[in-house]
């Protein structure tokens, strides 16, 4: 007899909840009573979002102006590191030599690379050297007052769109690399025998991959690009090196400004978790969508 999915809370499940909530709750008297901490968890909701007068509204604060960037930073990133994947896992799949080697160079050496050495390498060669030289920010700065405001809210605010741009190159070949072996693998997953069926019936190589290999691949690879695409989320936060304002830096200013430690790097954890969670909940719902589909 096959097991039942039981979704019943036991005893069991309650005790571990009590145990984990009483660990916490030692934590938190541990950090007033030993630290002499005092909370202020009061003055938190005007950092994420304020007054304005001239307006007459809300408007986003510190903490949600860097969530906002996060997202952005998280989302063009993907965006870029989806073909450069594509192009690695193809030619990690190739069958010529010289495609293989070089997808196989590009993949390990992305992935074997610390992020925090990629980020300052590719800021001071992008920002210092390539972008400059295109006056990117000249060329925004003398654009109509509508096309700033859209950059600024799409991209970055005009006086940080070098750096912007940079962290966004920096995320793509990162994560393109591990985006690579997704497709590989993804491709290497379907069986042999419908790859000789297909030759069989005179498809061309491409003509395989198109309409028989990348189809099947694509559903089995949805999961761990979803995986990866969280992962983005919580990469972007090495980016605060380089002073882009997303989610990780407006913590440390914030927290250096403030000194309240614990409350804003709280904030900043249940910010970032509420994004990778409900992107996490978005990836199961397609997962279960996709296999009713097919």
Request: proline share 4%.
């Amino acid at each position: 007899m096959l097991p039942t999915n039981n979704k019943r809370w036991s005893l069991f499940d309650g005790v571990l909840l009590l145990l984990i909530a009483v660990a916490f709750g030692y934590l938190g008297y541990r950090v007033e009573a030993g630290l002499e901490y005092r909370w202020n968890w009061q003055v938190i909701p005007q950092y994420l979002f304020r007054y304005d007068a001239e307006t007459g509204g809300w408007v986003p604060n510190l903490l949600v102006q860097g969530l906002l960037t996060t997202i952005r930073l998280s989302f063009w990133s993907l965006l870029l590191a989806l073909p450069i994947g594509l192009l690695a896992g193809l030619l990690r799949v190739s069958q010529y030599l010289f495609n293989r080697t070089a997808g196989g160079w590009y993949v390990n050496l992305f992935r074997n690379m610390p992020p925090l050495v990629l980020v300052l390498i590719c800021y001071y060669f992008i920002s210092d050297q390539i972008l400059p030289r295109l006056a990117i920010v000249d060329q925004l700065y003398a654009a109509p007052q509508s096309l700033q405001h859209l950059t600024g809210l799409l991209l970055a605010p005009v006086d940080q769109i070098e750096v912007f741009l940079a962290a966004v190159a920096t995320l793509a070949l990162y994560e393109g690399a591990y985006i690579g072996e997704i497709v590989r693998a993804g491709i290497n997953s379907v069986e042999s025998g419908q790859w000789q069926a297909a030759r069989a019936l005179g498809m061309r190589r491409w003509q395989l991959l198109r309409h028989i290999v990348l189809p099947q691949a694509y559903r089995r690879m949805i999961p761990p690009l979803a995986g990866q695409f969280i992962s983005t989320i919580k990469d972007s936060a090495i980016v605060s090196v380089i002073s882009l304002q997303e989610l990780t830096f407006q913590g440390m200013e914030l927290m250096a400004a403030t000194y309240l430690t614990f409350e804003v790097w709280i904030s900043v954890a249940v910010l970032y978790f509420l994004l990778t969670y409900s992107c996490s909940r978005l990836a199961g719902m397609m997962e279960v969508r996709l296999r009713q589909i097919h």
